[in-house]
């Protein structure tokens, strides 16, 4: 079989011419069936029309029955109310014409007794009256129902809306009649009653929790052979609002450092009573803390929020709410500023210093040590040093001033530098720590002698001097006798006298004596030269056990701002006997004399009694009248 293939628009064209005579053919069925629907549906309306007015016309006559049968039931009880009142009328009248007849008769009688008798004819009995029909018909009327006649009310009172569906609210119905049936129709639930009398009580309650502030219901009485009757009515709720979580903060602007340290504190109320609360602090795109805590009783909650990051939170505006997780819900957020601190110099510090080198021997000691000058710190400042690790706070702006000492054995500190650092931290900025050292030197190592921190520079240690301690011109210095005996040492009587001549009349002069090397604790006394410039002081041990105080001694006095330095040695036993072992710097009194031909002023007299020093072993306490350093500080070990 051949197949035939058309172009497109030869096919359109003989399909076209086909399907017309089709199409003209299918319009006249379609058209048929197309009228007949309507006209079934013209004839279902036109029933569905018939039947509603039927129903209509149904309903009319029912009312209108029901409206005749009222109106008849209605003139029924009038008529009767008005025959019941007319034969109470009669049946008064009646009462008061007998009682009128009887006291007529009575009289009557009265006059028969005092006049004879009478004669008189029979008469017929009377005819049956009206009142004993009217009587009869009263008994009929009485023993149809009436009408009900009732009224319902609510007397609880307002109630809430918790208490209306768990309690429920009273309501008395009135105007019944005994054997009367009530039920709740419709608003509010409840079980029906039956009146015992002319009026009812029910207990009526919702079915939820409501929300408005008033609700109708109707309830229903029911008597035999009358009409139903359905009254109606209402209960007031006192609808109470749901108290709604808050929190509250205890500022709204708080700077960087103080967020910082103390956080923002918060507190709310109105959630779940014992219930877990989510704290949350954040802006809108992140939370910057979390905190759970527990509502007490009342709901109420406490909590302090923090940054829980490593940096500070930056300025900005923040939020913080509560999550109430039993009930699901947010307190409104409360919305606070974190604002930037006032700017801060940063710290621009160094130190210094002085002197540059110490010997071991006066880095113990308490009067000189070390002045460590730091320079660029701020009023509240605080400065650490590593020596001591005690934390000091700058009053001022400007220098300050640290000064340490060895309280310790010189023995134990090595020639060299000590390092340390000195640290200072300064609110709203970085900490800074200088480093710095200290330079521990050798007795003679660059040291000339005069105590006044210069190197006269000569390297090899010999500077002009003898090993000892060269006074100045204007003053001296004596330590007498240079060797003493351990029990010497220890008579109060004996000692070593420490004397100062050609100072300025009238001035402090002090005394230092420390130990070197051994278990014997160093001190100082201050007392005040005579007129003459002249001043003395006598030194001795205290303890019974002599033997302790053997080694050497170094002992110094300053005058003004001369400082000078001398020796002298306690011995065990034959060889000290109290020599002096040379010049005591008292020529022109008997040069060669031991200690005890010093001269004996009232100066002199004084430094032996109230500016005595007393050299106890192991440190223990003794009585001084030192002054306290002019840094105020407590000794310092290294």
């Not at 002045?371 to 000091?392: H, P, R």
Request: aromatic share 4%; hydrophobic share 30%.
């Amino acid at each position: 079989m051949k197949k035939i293939i058309l172009a497109p628009a030869v096919a359109l064209a003989f399909t076209g011419l086909v399907a017309s005579p089709v199409a003209a053919a299918e319009s006249t069925s379609a058209q048929s069936a197309s009228t007949q629907k309507a006209e079934q549906k013209k004839v279902e309306a036109a029933k569905a029309e018939a039947k509603k007015k039927e129903e209509a016309k149904k309903a009319a006559a029912e009312k209108a029955e029901a409206e005749k049968k009222a109106a008849a039931e209605k003139a029924a009880a009038e008529k009767k109310a008005k025959e019941k009142a007319e034969a109470a009328k009669k049946a008064a009248d009646k009462k008061k014409a007998d009682e009128k007849k009887a006291a007529e008769d009575k009289a009557d009688k009265k006059d028969e007794a005092k006049t004879p008798p009478k004669k008189v004819d029979p008469k017929p009995a009377p005819a049956p009256k009206d009142e004993d029909k009217d009587s009869k018909d009263d008994d009929k009327s009485e023993d149809k129902a009436n009408p009900i006649n009732a009224s319902v009310q609510v007397t609880s009172g307002e109630v809430t809306a918790e208490e209306l569906h768990e309690d429920g609210v009273t309501v008395k119905v009135t105007g019944l009649e005994k054997g009367d049936k009530v039920a709740a129709k419709s608003g509010l639930t409840g079980p029906a009653v039956t009146a015992q009398g002319s009026t009812a009580t029910m207990k009526l309650r919702s079915a939820s929790e409501v929300s408005q502030e008033s609700v109708s219901f109707a309830v229903q009485v029911q008597r035999e052979d009358a009409d139903t009757k359905t009254l109606t009515s209402a209960a007031e709720v006192d609808v109470q609002a749901e108290a709604e979580p808050t929190v509250s903060l205890n500022t709204t602007e708080i700077s960087q450092s103080d967020f910082d340290e103390n956080g923002i504190e918060v507190t709310g109320e109105g959630f779940t009573p014992n219930g877990t609360v989510t704290v949350v602090g954040g802006n809108a795109t992140s939370p910057f803390a979390t905190q759970e805590v527990e509502a007490n009783a009342d709901g109420e909650i406490s909590a302090t929020l923090k940054f829980e990051g490593d940096e500070a939170l930056p300025a900005g505006d923040y939020s913080v709410w509560g999550v109430d997780q039993e009930s699901e819900t947010n307190s409104p957020a409360q919305d606070f500023t974190i604002t930037e601190d006032d700017a801060v110099d940063p710290i621009d510090a160094s130190l210094k210093v002085d002197p540059k080198e110490i010997t071991a021997e006066d880095l113990a000691n308490k009067d000189k040590g070390v002045t460590v000058t730091v320079t660029g710190v701020k009023a509240g400042d605080k400065i650490t040093d590593s020596l001591t690790g005690e934390a000091e706070t700058a009053e001022a702006d400007g220098d300050y001033k640290l000064h340490l000492w060895y309280e310790g054995n010189p023995d134990n500190l090595e020639v060299g530098e000590v390092p340390f650092t000195v640290t200072i931290d300064r609110e709203g900025t970085e900490s800074e720590t200088l480093n710095g050292t200290i330079n521990v030197v050798g007795e003679d190592d660059g040291d000339d002698g005069n105590e006044d921190g210069n190197d006269d520079g000569k390297d090899d240690g010999d500077d002009g001097d003898d090993g000892e301690t060269e006074a100045p011109a204007e003053a001296s210095f004596t330590v007498s006798p240079k060797t003493i005996e351990a029990a010497d040492f220890a008579n109060e009587k004996k000692g070593v006298t420490l004397a100062v001549e050609n100072c300025e009349p009238g001035a402090d002069v002090h005394f230092e004596v420390n130990p070197k090397g051994i278990n014997v604790t160093a001190y100082e006394n201050t007392v005040k030269a005579d007129d003459e410039g002249n001043a003395s002081v006598n030194v001795f041990g205290t303890s019974s056990d002599v033997s302790a105080y053997v080694g050497a001694y170094t002992a110094t006095a300053t005058c003004g701002d001369d400082t000078m330095k001398d020796s002298f040695t306690v011995t065990e036993g034959a060889n000290g006997g109290g020599s002096d072992g040379g010049d005591n710097g008292n020529a022109g009194n008997g040069g060669g004399d031991d200690g005890s031909q010093l001269p004996r002023t009232g100066a002199d007299l004084g430094g032996l009694t109230t500016g005595a020093l007393l050299l106890l072993v192991g440190g223990a306490a003794i009585a001084l009248t030192g002054r306290k350093n002019k840094f105020g500080q407590t000794p310092t070990s290294f």
